[in-house]
């Protein structure tokens, strides 16, 4: 079983910052990517960021040079700085993590997990 849990969220103002925390917990073997999303009422899901287990990470053309997705050393843990918010950045925020299971001798995956999302508002 595995847990992915985010904290972090709130309400700032235009042009503040806040940080998401992404954690995944349970019978890991391996996380390959770990990935933000986010999404309004009304509209799909959309990428925000993603690092891969080497390290490269990629960004929505929206948050390019505002935010930073980064993964802290032996932790499986991804965090997600954010910078010159804007109103249009208020979504909620989800964590995705690719990963393979491991149960005793038995390595599931990889699989996808999601957890239940923290919400960002960002006022004018």
């Known amino acids: 079983q595995v847990l992915v849990e985010e904290s972090g969220g709130g309400q700032v103002h235009a042009g503040g910052s806040l940080r998401l925390s992404c954690a995944v917990s349970?019978?890991?073997?391996?996380?390959?990517?770990m990935s933000w999303y986010r999404q309004t009422p009304g509209k799909e899901r959309e990428l925000v960021a993603t690092i891969t287990s080497d390290g490269t990470a990629d960004y929505g053309e929206p948050v390019k040079g505002r935010f930073t997705i980064s993964r802290p050393s032996s932790e499986n843990t991804v965090l997600l700085q954010m910078t010159s918010l804007k109103p249009e950045d208020t979504a909620v925020y989800y964590c995705k993590v690719r990963l393979v299971t491991e149960i005793g001798a038995y390595f599931t995956g990889p699989s996808e997990h999601w957890g239940g999302g923290t919400l960002v508002t960002v006022s004018s």
């Open positions: 349970g019978s890991i073997s391996r996380i390959y990517v």
